[in-house]
């Protein structure tokens, strides 16, 4: 339905290249490798969701093949629909960046609309799931696979990261937001 560059070696703002919109390519309503990851995801009982199309691949190489990516975008109600009729196990796994963990929160608040309470693997080092594996490789990636996070872990683990715990007001703060996401 279109076409996608992966711009290498460059210090570009944007990594991907796409095909103009248009009547059969709306990157708002498809998703990356969504063909292939039906049998899989049916037979692993979950659906991972990455934002690139490298990701995708990266996942496929080492035998990770129930994988979907949003093609670098916010995920939308339609990607939502569809994804849940993949799987209502839902693994969200974004780049470990800012945009990354960004995209994540907005995610999770488009799958708790339909009900669905995915989880969330967050990668150090700001890196993206291809650049990790390269890395670290498959087997730490597994793991954090295999140890994602619920919903409220992760925002306490967003919720802490900018708090100086020496600061007795930024402490209070942090558990009174706490309390609230509780």
Do not use: W
């Not at 569809?82 to 963990?101: H, M, R, T, V, Y």
């Amino acid at each position: 339905v279109g076409f996608s560059g992966r711009i290498y070696n460059n210090n570009n703002e944007s990594k991907y290249i796409n095909s103009q919109e248009s009547i059969i390519f709306k990157k708002g309503e498809l998703l990356y490798n969504y063909h292939n990851a039906l049998e899989y995801s049916k037979k692993e009982k979950s659906v991972i969701v990455v934002e690139g199309f490298m990701d995708v691949i990266a996942l496929y190489k080492i035998g990770i093949c129930n994988v979907v990516a949003t093609m670098g975008t916010a995920i939308t109600k339609e990607q939502a629909l569809l994804i849940k009729k993949l799987s209502p196990n839902i693994i969200l796994c974004f780049d470990g960046d800012k945009a990354g963990e960004d995209a994540t929160i907005l995610a999770i608040k488009e799958f708790e609309k339909l009900g669905i309470k995915p989880k969330i693997i967050r990668l150090p080092d700001d890196l993206d799931p291809d650049d990790y594996i390269k890395k670290y490789g498959d087997k730490y990636f597994k793991n954090h696979f295999e140890n994602s996070l619920n919903i409220l872990d992760f925002k306490l683990l967003v919720e802490k990261k900018n708090i100086n715990f020496s600061d007795a007001n930024q402490v209070s703060k942090y558990i009174r937001n706490v309390v609230k996401e509780i």
